[in-house]
């Protein structure tokens, strides 16, 4: 029997099959900088240089979902909102320091074994972070229920379907959304001459482990459309569209949505999801053997304007 780097996930539940997908891509995240951090150190060993960074410098520094995480647990206990300087120094003193310490109490590894079996006993070990951030989640979610509902929940349209969703594409005013890479986005945006940031959309392109459904070309189609209606009828004064994702370097997305690419974000990890929508093994094989993910995380954009006139409205959607 072959081995695998992650176990195979069982069960028919869209939800549940989504949640633990992501468990597993976390801890992926946290298993690469591992070995990254410790390759890090080795060279500052042989070199005989001092080591300046911590491990959840590289965690920080990567945007892995981990620090968001701790983020979101901050955002949901806070009693104000708060600046990203004021949400990063909050994580760092009440979080990173203990993340350390608790990582730099495991055994060194040894960087070249890529063996299942070294990937397995090193996420055993790893797994005491990952214990941490499940105690620092449970305590904000049963401490401010209703916050932490508002903050990670989805809320739901007359009609029974999740808010913010056009299809399969789900969309949200760029100013207001929570992303970790919202500053690389930001900063893009910036030399392309935008001064401020009101109006303009981010859509979150689908992926397999979003969908509960295949997803056709002519359902992306579909939504692309539909998404065209509700900035005409509801948010029409939207001035462009921003999109972060592997998939815009994507040839078959980039037939749908041939969006002007501006800049360029950290690694995401969804692309290691296959077609069974299960994490594909000789992607993950790949990935630790090169350290070179398949492909980029591109940031693109497209003016409104040309976003309708490529997908022109089949109805009127009204204004709240």
């Known amino acids: 029997m072959k081995e695998l780097y992650t176990p195979e996930i069982i069960g028919n539940n869209h939800e549940q099959h989504k949640e633990d997908l992501e468990k597993q891509l976390v801890q992926l995240q946290v298993l690469f900088y591992d070995k990254i951090y410790q390759k890090y150190k080795d060279e500052c060993s042989k070199n005989n240089k001092p080591i300046n960074k911590n491990f959840s410098d590289i965690l920080e520094e990567q945007g892995v979902y981990f ?46 074994d890529n063996t299942t079996e070294a990937f397995k006993n090193r996420s055993d070990e790893l ?10 989640k449970e305590k904000a979610k049963d401490s401010y229920p209703e916050r932490w509902q508002e903050i990670t929940g989805q809320t ?37 001459g935008f001064s ?51 998939l815009l370097s994507h040839p078959i997305f980039q037939r749908f949505i041939k969006m002007k ?16 929508g299960q994490i594909e093994q000789s992607r993950i094989k ?13 940031i ?10 490529k997908y022109p409205p089949t109805k009127k959607v009204e204004t709240n």
């Open 300 to 309: 693109g954009y497209i003016s409104a304007e040309e976003f309708i006139q």
């Open 261 to 276: 690419i501006i800049g360029e974000s950290n690694y995401n990890w969804r692309q290691l999801i296959g077609e069974n």
């Open 196 to 246: 401020d940031f009101d109006n303009l959309m981010q859509i979150h392109l689908p992926t397999k482990i979003d969908s509960k459904e295949k997803l056709s070309s002519k359902a992306i189609k579909e939504s692309l459309i539909s998404l065209s209606e509700i900035i005409t009828g509801k948010y029409p004064d939207t001035r462009g569209i921003i999109a972060e994702s592997w």
């Open 127 to 136: 797994s005491v972070l990952f214990d941490y951030l499940d105690y620092e």
């Open 156 to 192: 739901e349209d007359e009609s029974g379907q999740d808010g913010n969703m056009a299809g399969s594409v789900f969309y949200e005013s760029l100013k207001e959304s929570y992303n970790f890479d919202e500053s690389q986005i930001k900063k893009s945006l910036e030399k392309e």
């Open 67 to 112: 620090v968001g995480d701790l983020r979101m647990v901050e955002i949901v206990s806070s009693e104000k909102d708060l600046s990203e300087e004021e949400l990063y120094n909050l994580v760092k003193e009440k979080h990173y320091k203990i993340l350390d310490s608790l990582y730099n109490g495991l055994p060194e590894v040894n960087i070249d």
């Open 286 to 298: 790949e990935l630790f053997e090169t350290s070179q993910m398949p492909y980029k995380n591109l």
